[in-house]
């Protein structure tokens, strides 16, 4: 089944303490993204990858960090989390299209918290 | 820069109503428009997309028209169900681009 997932869906943590959401797919997609959902923001975009060793940042990369090592995974690493990361983590993938229509695949989501 | 615009929600209607969500947006050269659906507890998943200007995608009973002249892509459904109770998310890609811009989304709550 084609598919992402996210591990682990659900993380209660202290700040100052790192932590490592892995996301893995798949379906050979070239290109992975996440997102961080908040209340009456939407979707905002952390950081993507457009292949494997080649990532760049999204509208909201700070106190993040991501690899791509392997096509198929693209785990988020917080160094240091801080209350204000407390939110929900979406990973998505995408094949590329040739009318750029790129259809994005998500997780289930990863439900952090920060204390 | 782009942008997509939502009405606010909560959209609340009786099952069997009719459905509107409004999407406008601006964007540089000719995007390609989406709809995603995301039920309680999962992740967003593509409801419908549209290519081109005057394309209209469909699925499950929605529908929403890629109008070039308005930058609008409003989503409709002729019957809701209580089933399609779930958050609505308009959004585009641009030129190639590899960040796509989503709107804010729109909560659905369908009533017996």
């Known amino acids: 089944e084609a598919q992402v997932t996210q591990n682990p869906r659900y993380l209660i943590t202290v700040t100052g303490k790192k932590l490592t959401v892995t996301c893995s797919q798949n379906m050979n997609h070239e290109y992975m993204s996440w997102y961080r959902q908040d209340p009456g923001l939407g979707l905002r975009q952390i950081y993507y990858?457009?292949?494997?060793?080649?990532?760049d940042k999204g509208d909201v990369p700070e106190g993040y960090k991501v690899s791509r090592k392997e096509k198929r995974n693209f785990p988020l690493i917080l160094e240091s989390p801080s209350p204000n990361q407390t939110s929900l983590y979406f990973c998505?993938?995408?094949?590329?299209?040739?009318?750029?229509?790129?259809?994005?695949?998500f997780g289930p989501g990863t439900r952090l918290t920060v204390t | 820069g782009n942008s997509v615009t939502q009405m606010e929600g909560p959209v609340t209607l009786s099952e069997e109503a009719f459905l509107t969500i409004n999407c406008t947006y601006t964007?540089?050269?000719?995007?390609?428009l989406f709809w995603y659906v995301q039920y309680p507890g999962e992740g967003l998943q593509l409801l419908l997309k549209a290519t081109k200007a005057d394309d209209k995608g469909s699925n499950k009973g929605f529908e929403a028209t890629y109008r070039k002249e308005t930058t609008s892509f409003h989503l409709e459904k002729g019957s809701v169900q209580v089933s399609d109770s779930a958050v609505y998310f308009c959004a585009l890609s641009s030129g190639g681009s590899y960040i796509p811009t989503f709107g804010r989304g729109t909560s659905l709550i369908v009533h017996p």
């Open positions: 998505a993938s995408s094949l590329r299209s040739t009318t750029y229509s790129y259809e994005q695949y």
């Open positions: 964007a540089t050269g000719y995007p390609s």
């Open positions: 990858s457009m292949n494997v060793e080649v990532t």
